[in-house]
């Protein structure tokens, strides 16, 4: 069954940098608009950042200016770079396969199973 997989998550002190990866296991699929997305703790869960296939991203502001979405086609991978890390980014990351409608991104049916990411003060 063709999923998407997500590593890089970890254990990092406040103002370190993680980078997530987002590629895809079980069959081919091509992921074309995709999303990273994360959830704390008892909170819902919420976009970080989306790119299309042509490479126009959005950014949710919380994380503007610290995280960068970016993507190599030819490995089929997405990536997710997270600099200065607060404890407000700790949370599970998901990335996610969905669409752009113009200029908003909507998720798909496709997702990880997710990669911890704690960030102590």
């Known amino acids: 069954q063709v999923q998407l997989v997500e590593s890089g998550g970890g254990l990092v002190q406040a103002g370190e940098s993680l980078t997530l990866s987002c590629g895809v296991s079980?069959?081919?699929?091509?992921?074309?608009?995709a999303g990273w997305y994360r959830q704390p703790p008892g909170k819902q869960r919420e976009l970080v950042a989306a790119?299309?296939?042509?490479?126009?991203?959005n950014y949710a502001d919380s994380v503007k200016g610290r995280f960068t979405i970016s993507r190599d086609n030819t490995k089929n991978t997405v990536y997710l770079q997270m600099n200065s890390l607060k404890p407000e980014d700790t949370a599970v990351y998901y990335c996610?396969?969905?669409?752009?409608?113009?200029?908003?991104?909507?998720?798909?049916?496709?997702w990880g199973l997710g990669t911890q990411v704690t960030v102590s003060s």
């Open positions: 079980g069959g081919i699929f091509t992921i074309k608009d």
């Open positions: 790119m299309n296939r042509g490479g126009r991203t």
């Open positions: 996610n396969a969905g669409s752009f409608f113009g200029t908003v991104y909507s998720p798909g049916s496709r």
